[in-house]
Structure formats: structure tokens, C-alpha cells
């Protein structure tokens, strides 16, 4: 799997990681070192799996069955971190409750979306679909093309990309 594909698509990478963040939650007994890349593959290094009587190809086998997300590539599995390897970092508290709406609830995001939109775009209505989390702007007047990529890059900073 070639990075760059990864790369094209911010909300891929956010995918990337929440799988295998649930990973680490559901075989806590691994020592898990991360996700790292080489500018060409994504490896997941583990160690100390031989002493729960399991293989790397099994690790591998559960993680695309239980875990990997259809159309958004996985990780592969290795017991070391080579010098070429560059860290992935994970995401953060802010991140984790901010992004695909876990313990995030309506108000709370549309208070941190009327808290982090400028004045000058005001009053407007935002209204989110949790099944699928998008959201979609109304607002009182036309936006320009360049209102249109402030509230995006808002929106980005916020925790959404891609939306």
C-alpha cells in the first residue's frame, strides 16, 4: 500500500489510526511500539507476541477481520523498527473525542462550532448527521469562495477534516 493514498485523504489517516487505537484497546497483552512508515508501506510494530503462543500472520489475520475498515488500507505487522522508519503519531484526548462523535453529543458540537465560527458568518445553522457524520452550513447571506475555505479550515481545526 503506497502512503501517498494515505496522505491524499486526511480523514483516511483519522481511520487509520481509530482502527488500530482499538486494536491496542482489544490485545492490550502485545507491547505495542505504533504505526510507522517508510514513505512507501504503514507498519504496525509489535513485540513480545511469541509469548502469547500467536504469530505475526494470525496478528495480521485478526486485525483485517476485526478491525481494518473497508476501502481504507491497514497496517502491516512486524516485530521490529527499522532506521528508515518514520512514527505515526496517534491522536490525542482532543482528537478522540472530537472526531467520529463517540462521546461527543449535538450540543456540545454545535457549541464548539458556534464558539469557533467568526461573528461576521453569524447567525447561521448548522445541522449534523451522526449515521454518517457530515454536517451542512445554512447561512444568511452568500459566502465567497474565499468564506467558503475559512470555514472549512475552521472546521479542519476544529477536529474535521474532510467534511
Known sequence: MKISYLKSSP????????????????????????????????????????????????IQELYNYRFKTAGVPGPTFTEEVKDNYIKIDLRNT??????????????EFNNNIRIAIPSKFHPFHVDMKWSDNSFTFTFNKELTPNDIDEIILICESLGFYGY
Do not use: C, R, W
Open 11 to 58: 480523514s483516511m489517516i483519522e481511520v487509520l489510526k481509530n482502527n488500530y487505537e482499538a486494536f491496542i484497546i482489544q490485545n492490550y497483552k502485545f507491547n505495542h511500539l505504533g504505526l510507522f512508515h517508510d514513505e512507501d508501506s504503514i507498519y504496525a510494530v509489535i513485540q513480545n507476541y511469541k509469548e502469547s503462543n500467536t504469530t505475526l500472520d494470525e
Open 94 to 107: 482532543y482528537e478522540k473525542v472530537s472526531l467520529f462523535g463517540q462521546p461527543f453529543n449535538a450540543f
